[in-house]
């Protein structure tokens, strides 16, 4: 057997390691080309990854607490506005207007996210109980297919009297035929920002002024025909009403579709519903609990289906959304790495001119992933899906949680593929109308141009910000799984690495 003293040419290691340097005597593989000064790509993981979502537990008292936290914490922050402005100069007074409508990430960090449940958590102990209204239990609407809001099979309902709270539920009635509920403490499956929540207490008034029954439920219960409604009380949880989940799917999926069409009809909250594309994501909810007779299949994904709605409307409620991205690299014996580099449109509504991953995109409502990046392969790169199916190699997730410029929240499972392309030119490459290499696809007007670049220059433009972010942070996790990003060349390396998959907590398809 050989000896260590045979790999480190005849120099054996002292017992004691003093040695131990002589390993370094090998030559190491290629490391990635950082730009000069830069000794981390953790920069590139914060443009990505760029907020902190809250955690649970998820009880009904817990929510209350975070509440009540929030709650103090702006009280103490008010009162040293007040001392401060007390002590200034009162020609100040007349930007307080302006302060009011302040932007930006100092205060969308003030926000109090509300936790959005497919059901409420059991809510905590009230000072005194009171009536939930009459039961009522009738659909109020379905959406057209206009793009505008409609309401079907309406008729005269009770009149919920003006002191009537709208009922809260603390079951979620699952669509499928077993009617157990979610497990108390279940995550929330999505998070909403302060204006969110009075577009749907509106919107529950504008229903109850209809004589058609509320759709929203909020902890604690909020009078339908009380305009006053007081920041000191909350809400600090939101979920579908107890009757519509009792309807399952299509109702939750219904009452979205016609509040998300509604508010694009009226021209609100522009920034999302702007690039409305008449393409459906799937929203998860809550893990099923295994079934009694104990036949669940566990490759079976998607049993816990919450709804399904239109993607460009996701992040006004904080949902989780799932895409695939792939990168396509060339690696001939004896050559530096290459990968293939495309600039999206710059008529695409969003990232207009960035660059991107090879191959990137959504995976819409029924779909699953494989699927969905062979086809996306075909429609932007113009790579043949025999070509690719036997060749593409799934490897592994990111998460993150993104928020937009505009404030609103988007937390993103991207599964990452990787695809080894033969050279232009090779033997292996030879036929590319067959499909082997990227190319544009202007039937998909996507992709403006396709460029081979080396990691030297890759890595330069991450680091200029010509990437869109969650494609860099893509990137990163491609040069740490092949040995390019290291714990020797990148400074912050464990924090880059646990970043990368950082917990979601938000449900995905189980």
């Not at 000794?39 to 955690?55: G, I, S």
């Not at 009459?134 to 505008?148: D, E, F, I, P, V």
Request: include cysteine; hydrophobic fraction near 35%; charged fraction near 25%.
């Amino acid at each position: 057997m050989d000896s260590p003293a045979d790999y480190l040419g005849g120099h054996p290691l002292d017992r004691d390691g003093s040695d131990a340097d002589s390993y370094l005597s090998f030559d190491s593989p290629p490391v990635l080309p950082l730009p000069s000064g830069t000794y981390t790509l953790l920069p590139l993981v914060d443009a990505c990854d760029n907020v902190q979502f809250p955690t649970g537990p998820w009880s009904g008292q817990e929510c209350k607490r975070r509440w009540e936290a929030h709650l103090a914490k702006e009280r103490n922050a008010f009162a040293e506005e007040d001392t401060t402005a007390a002590a200034g100069d009162s020609a100040l007074a007349d930007d307080d207007e302006e302060d009011d409508h302040e932007q930006g990430p100092a205060a969308f960090d003030k926000e109090f996210l509300v936790p959005f449940f497919v059901a409420l958590p059991s809510p905590p102990p009230p000072p005194s109980s009171s009536s939930s209204g009459a039961s009522l239990r009738r659909r109020s609407s379905a959406a057209s297919g206009n793009g505008r809001p409609s309401f079907s099979r309406l008729t005269p309902l009770p009149r919920l009297r003006s002191s009537s709270p709208t009922p809260s539920t603390s079951s979620f009635v699952r669509a499928r035929a077993d009617p157990s509920a979610a497990p108390e403490g279940a995550p929330p499956i999505g998070f909403l920002r302060p204006q969110v929540v009075r577009a749907l207490i509106e919107d529950n008034r504008k229903l109850v002024a209809m004589n058609c029954r509320p759709v929203w439920a909020f902890q604690p219960a909020i009078a339908t025909l009380n305009l006053a409604t007081s920041a000191e009380t909350g809400p600090w949880a939101v979920g579908f009403e107890d009757w519509v989940n009792e309807e399952g799917i299509d109702a939750r999926k219904e009452h979205v579709d016609r509040l998300v069409r509604g508010w694009k009809h009226a021209g609100m909250f522009s920034e999302c519903l702007g690039g409305w594309r008449d393409e459906e994501y799937t929203i998860y909810g809550p893990a099923p609990p295994p079934s009694a007779d104990g036949d669940d299949n566990p490759l079976a994904t998607g049993s816990n289906e919450a709804l399904r709605m239109e993607r460009s409307a996701c992040a006004l409620f904080g949902f989780a959304t799932f895409g695939v991205h792939c990168t396509a690299y060339v690696e001939e014996e004896g050559e530096p790495l290459k990968l293939w580099v495309p600039r999206r449109s710059a008529t695409k509504p969003t990232w207009p001119s960035m660059l991107d991953n090879t191959v990137a995109g959504g995976i819409t409502a029924g779909d699953t992933p494989r699927a969905s990046i062979i086809r996306e392969c075909a429609e932007e790169a113009s790579l043949s899906p025999q070509f690719v199916a036997p060749r593409i190699k799934q490897a592994g997730v990111v998460t993150y949680h993104y928020r937009t410029a505009a404030g609103w929240l988007q937390p993103e499972v991207q599964y990452v593929y990787d695809l080894r392309l033969p050279p232009p030119g090779s033997a292996g490459a030879e036929g590319d109308s067959e499909g082997t290499q990227p190319s544009t696809n202007p039937a998909d007007g996507e992709v403006e141009s396709f460029e081979l670049l080396t990691l030297e220059k890759t890595v330069k433009r991450m680091c200029a910000g010509e990437f869109k972010p969650n494609c860099a942070l893509v990137l990163v996790d491609f040069f740490m799984r092949h040995g390019l990003l290291t714990a020797e060349s990148d400074t912050r390396f464990l924090e880059v690495a646990a970043r990368l998959r950082k917990p979601l907590g938000l449900p995905g398809p189980a």
